[in-house]
């Protein structure tokens, strides 16, 4: 999938800069795939539902909103009203499914329950209309008192050149958990993720709401902050995983951790300079890893930060992961497979924890780097047929 770890990089109040698509990678395809809006939520009828395709037209590299049809249409300054907002909504049907489409792009699918989102035009860095996107985890965002959440997607018809055809989507919970909400993908299989075990949502906020150093996360009835997040908001400790990253590299200041990846096997160890240290196999090394902050562990960024080099990236998304799951102290080998081994620790990211143990396919987005041993709720095809997004129970 396109930039999935790039995409949540500086997503906030400020515009957000999606990935930029080298020339090579533009064409002139533009077929739709059918996109399918199932409203089961049980507490918002359809008329109080609405829909936002946005994101980056794969194309012409502009950042658009997509209309019922399938088009691109791209972002303008004009589009935004007298309340100096655009209103890119497309509502639900008043019963039964929403049939839409979606072009070539990389972009994201908002459902707003209860009243419209807000997003602004604005000029980005370069002069070039872009989107002030929602931050429901910053408490002076517009958007702060509206129920909603997305799903992120990447859609390559077939034909664009210099880029491999289908579909790549998840449910993220990355910045918050709001809407329960499911993704069906058809293609060459059908294939499910995102649903919610019978009553998840209710315990998810109140497993977390009861949950040391999380419950100040949870917002009423709307959303679940993720860590991160509330670290950046005053809302979780900033100190939160320091003990256990202490742990970690007092254990690897004397034995060795040994990283698997696709690109191979890493040996690291930390150095006298207090670095994680890692040589590959065939001889190349890593940029040496300091110690991590709580922050650096919850965003997988900073000391973790996962450069697409081949080298430094796989063993930091593997150490993203066994941070956050609580499983680096336990073993010499990485990354870990047994999902029942994973948040045993009392220092762990339970926000994970907890979403991953209420989903029916374990699989959940609680951090950028929950991908890593294919714990993530991610479902990719290379002959879409169609997808489907559902609201599920509340």
């Given at each position: 999938?396109?930039?999935?770890?790039?995409?949540?990089a500086?997503v906030g109040?400020a515009a957000?800069?999606?990935?930029?698509v080298?020339a090579?990678?533009?064409?002139t395809a533009?077929?739709t795939l059918?996109?399918?809006?199932?409203n089961?939520?049980?507490?918002?009828?359809?008329?109080?539902?609405?829909?936002?395709?946005?994101?980056?037209?794969?194309v012409?590299?502009v950042?658009?909103?997509?209309?019922?049809?399938?088009?691109?249409?791209?972002?303008?300054?004009?589009d935004?009203?007298?309340d100096?907002f655009?209103d890119y909504?497309?509502?639900?049907?008043?019963?039964g499914p929403t049939?839409?489409?979606?072009p070539?792009m990389?972009g994201?699918?908002?459902?707003?329950?209860?009243?419209?989102?807000?997003?602004?035009a604005?000029?980005d860095?370069?002069g070039?209309?872009?989107?002030?996107?929602?931050?429901?985890w910053v408490?002076s965002?517009?958007?702060f008192?509206?129920?909603?959440?997305?799903?992120?997607f990447?859609?390559?018809a077939p034909?664009?050149?210099?880029?491999?055809?289908?579909?790549?989507?998840?449910?993220?919970?990355?910045?918050q958990f709001s809407?329960?909400?499911a993704?069906?993908?058809d293609g060459?299989?059908?294939?499910t993720t995102?649903?919610?075990s019978?009553?998840?949502r209710?315990?998810?906020?109140?497993?977390?709401?009861?949950?040391?150093?999380?419950g100040s996360?949870v917002?009423?009835?709307?959303?679940?902050?993720a860590?991160?997040?509330?670290l950046?908001?005053g809302?979780?400790?900033d100190?939160?995983?320091?003990?256990?990253?202490?742990?970690?590299w007092?254990r690897?200041?004397?034995?060795?951790?040994?990283?698997?990846?696709?690109g191979?096997g890493?040996?690291?160890?930390?150095?006298g300079?207090?670095?994680f240290?890692?040589?590959?196999?065939?001889?190349e090394?890593?940029?040496?890893?300091p110690?991590?902050s709580?922050r650096?562990?919850l965003?997988?960024?900073?000391?973790?930060?996962?450069?697409?080099?081949?080298?430094?990236g796989?063993?930091a998304?593997?150490?993203?992961?066994?941070?956050?799951r609580?499983?680096?102290?336990?073993?010499?080998?990485q990354?870990?497979t047994?999902?029942?081994?994973f948040?045993?620790?009392?220092?762990?990211?339970?926000y994970?924890?907890?979403?991953?143990?209420?989903?029916?396919?374990?699989?959940a987005?609680?951090?950028?780097?929950?991908d890593v041993?294919g714990?993530?709720?991610?479902?990719?095809d290379p002959?879409?047929?169609?997808v489907t997004?559902?609201?599920?129970p509340?």
């Amino acid at each position: 999938m396109l930039g999935r770890r790039s995409f949540l990089a500086g997503v906030g109040a400020a515009a957000l800069a999606l990935p930029t698509v080298p020339a090579w990678a533009r064409g002139t395809a533009q077929a739709t795939l059918p996109l399918t809006i199932v409203n089961e939520s049980g507490e918002f009828a359809g008329s109080s539902v609405w829909v936002y395709i946005v994101g980056t037209d794969l194309v012409s590299n502009v950042q658009c909103r997509v209309t019922p049809d399938g088009t691109a249409v791209p972002v303008s300054l004009s589009d935004n009203g007298s309340d100096g907002f655009t209103d890119y909504a497309i509502p639900l049907a008043a019963s039964g499914p929403t049939r839409l489409n979606l072009p070539t792009m990389s972009g994201r699918v908002y459902v707003a329950l209860g009243q419209k989102l807000r997003f602004k035009a604005v000029a980005d860095g370069a002069g070039r209309a872009a989107l002030q996107y929602p931050a429901g985890w910053v408490e002076s965002d517009p958007n702060f008192p509206v129920l909603h959440d997305f799903v992120e997607f990447t859609h390559v018809a077939p034909g664009t050149p210099n880029l491999r055809p289908g579909m790549y989507c998840n449910t993220t919970m990355v910045d918050q958990f709001s809407v329960p909400l499911a993704i069906r993908l058809d293609g060459e299989r059908s294939q499910t993720t995102g649903t919610l075990s019978d009553g998840g949502r209710n315990r998810i906020f109140a497993d977390l709401a009861a949950q040391e150093d999380f419950g100040s996360l949870v917002v009423d009835d709307l959303r679940v902050i993720a860590p991160g997040h509330g670290l950046d908001s005053g809302r979780f400790r900033d100190d939160y995983f320091a003990a256990y990253v202490d742990e970690v590299w007092n254990r690897y200041s004397g034995t060795d951790l040994r990283v698997e990846t696709q690109g191979g096997g890493f040996t690291g160890r930390v150095n006298g300079a207090g670095e994680f240290a890692f040589t590959k196999d065939t001889g190349e090394t890593t940029r040496p890893f300091p110690k991590p902050s709580t922050r650096d562990v919850l965003f997988c960024d900073g000391a973790l930060a996962a450069p697409n080099d081949g080298v430094t990236g796989p063993v930091a998304a593997v150490l993203g992961a066994g941070f956050n799951r609580s499983i680096l102290h336990t073993g010499s080998t990485q990354p870990g497979t047994d999902p029942g081994s994973f948040y045993g620790h009392a220092v762990t990211n339970h926000y994970a924890r907890v979403l991953h143990a209420n989903t029916v396919d374990g699989k959940a987005y609680g951090f950028a780097f929950d991908d890593v041993a294919g714990f993530a709720s991610y479902l990719e095809d290379p002959a879409p047929t169609s997808v489907t997004v559902t609201l599920t129970p509340f």
